[in-house]
């Protein structure tokens, strides 16, 4: 079976119940915080994992407080062979969750910022020609190691997540697949725009790439070289939407590298990230294949 590298960020998550998002200058009061495992990475991991997929996780967590995240790796199924304890603390999440299950989230990159070209190297060589290497934006050296990728003739999936300047600075042309939302598109387009206008900017931008662009409740559309193809969610109550796009990155990725066909993918990708959404927590709430069928 083909094989997945998912070089990502692994976090805990603090999750406070807010009643709002707390404004510049206000101290506010949470009456409940959980701990969940968290990162784009590790939840991305878990969702390629739980979707069928193999899949090795690389990244780093503290030396004293990041054992029960690579825990979580290895109850999902996933490898963990270049995983790395590096001094100091893990990366972790402080996030707002808001009662119609929306959030906003402080980072601190902690060990997911000390990622060195060496650990990047000691990964990358286990894999080759047609292997997948999944990438989202919470770690550090990501344009190295796309380039070492692309060297070894590895399909390139990035997730530009959290956008920020640095995303503009890596060799997107390497990129096989994209999965983008309206503000990561507009951010690497340089241009405004939305829907089926601003897919066809990023497929001009990247004629040999493949694109998901999610639209949140409106679904998400899907370019493959060819025809743009449309998915909508499947409507559930929303308890909590971290994790969703994860969920949805990881299912879908895991779908194709297993055979499905595009369409089939897309379908078992939007299907799990409603599970995700109906429930607290990010790893936490990502759905096994059966539970989905
Ligand atoms: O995508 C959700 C994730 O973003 C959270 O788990 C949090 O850790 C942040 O990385």
């Known amino acids: 079976m083909t094989k997945i590298l998912n070089f990502g960020s ?9 009643d709002h998002f707390v404004r510049g200058g206000e101290t506010l009061s949470s009456d ?3 701990i969940y495992p968290g990162g784009k990475g590790l939840n991305q991991s878990v969702a390629l994992s739980k979707s069928g997929a193999e899949v090795w996780h690389a990244g780093a967590v503290g030396d004293g407080d990041g054992d029960f995240l690579v825990d979580i790796l290895k109850e999902a199924g996933v490898h963990t062979d270049w995983l790395c304890y590096t001094e100091g603390k893990t990366g972790h999440a402080i996030i707002q969750r808001a009662a119609d299950g929306g959030n906003c989230i402080l980072l601190y990159g ?3 910022q000390k990622i060195t070209r060496d650990m990047a190297d000691k990964a990358l060589e286990n894999f080759g020609e047609g ?10 050296e990501i344009g190295y190691i796309m380039e070492k990728a692309h060297e070894r003739g590895m399909k390139i999936v990035l997730n530009p997540s959290p956008m920020n300047e640095k995303i503009l600075t890596y060799p997107l042309e390497y990129t096989d697949y994209f999965l983008v939302n309206e503000v990561e598109a507009e951010d690497i387009c340089g241009e405004p ?5 601003l897919l066809e900017k990023m497929a001009d931008r990247f004629p040999g790439a493949k694109i998901v662009l999610t639209l949140g409740s409106k679904g ?4 493959n070289g060819r025809e743009i193809l449309e998915q909508s969610i499947y409507p559930v109550k929303t308890v ?3 994790a969703a796009g994860d969920t949805f990155t990881g299912f879908f990725i895991g779908g194709l590298v297993q055979g499905l066909d595009e369409r089939a993918a897309l379908d078992l990708a939007a299907k799990a990230a ?3 959404v109906s429930r607290p927590g990010a790893a936490s709430s990502i759905p096994s294949r059966e539970e989905i069928n």
Request: no cysteine; aromatic share 12%.
């Open 220 to 223: 998400s559309l899907y370019w």
């Open 274 to 276: 409603s599970i995700a």
């Open 193 to 197: 725009g939305e829907g089926d206008a």
């Open 32 to 34: 409940e915080l959980h």
């Open 10 to 18: 692994l976090n805990i998550d603090y999750t406070y119940s807010v």
């Open 110 to 112: 902690g060990a997911n």
């Open 240 to 242: 909590d939407t971290t």
């Open 131 to 140: 292997d997948y290497l999944v990438l989202q934006n919470e770690i550090s």
